[in-house]
């Protein structure tokens, strides 16, 4: 039995932010240390490309620089998504909001453990991100 192909196809990816600054007052609690996301995600459809959208997700961690974190984050990093135009377009918006959730905070997952593994306090494995719903401008998830 043969697979339908799916209708939402990643194009490209790429970060447009990586900062990751090691906390120097940092001090290690015997505690788990909160390194809760704060994102956004931003779809829209490409302008003249049909079938095409592109997605922006900023992921930060522990903004205020909180000494009980060994790190503070700010990640940006966009897909170029081809939606198959039979879907409508609430229906592509919403597909590629899923889409790019999953796949850009996966990329931001990695390049976060890739880059803190090189710095002071060793590798950071940051958790799982929740998708919660959408907003009248943009989608947020914790």
């Not at 997700?57 to 522990?62: E, L, V, Y």
């Not at 205020?64 to 998504?81: L, Q, R």
């Not at 850009?104 to 799982?128: F, K, S």
Request: glycine letters at 6%; one cysteine or more.
């Amino acid at each position: 039995m043969e697979q339908a192909a799916h209708p939402i196809a990643l194009d490209r990816l790429l970060f447009t932010r990586s900062i990751v600054v090691s906390i120097p007052e940092h001090q290690p609690t015997n505690g788990v240390v909160n390194m809760t996301p704060a994102n956004q995600i931003d779809v829209a459809p490409v302008l003249d490309t049909a079938g095409q959208y592109i997605a922006t997700m900023r992921s930060t961690f522990n903004a205020e620089k909180d000494p009980t974190a060994p790190y503070s984050i700010d990640m940006e990093c966009i897909g170029v998504f081809t939606v198959d135009e039979k879907l409508s377009v609430e229906e592509a918006r919403r597909g590629v909001t899923i889409a790019a959730h999953s796949v850009l905070y996966g990329a931001i997952r990695e390049a976060v453990l890739w880059i803190t593994g090189r710095q002071p306090y060793g590798p950071l494995h940051l958790g799982l991100s929740v998708l919660r719903g959408e907003t009248s401008a943009d989608t947020q998830s914790k």
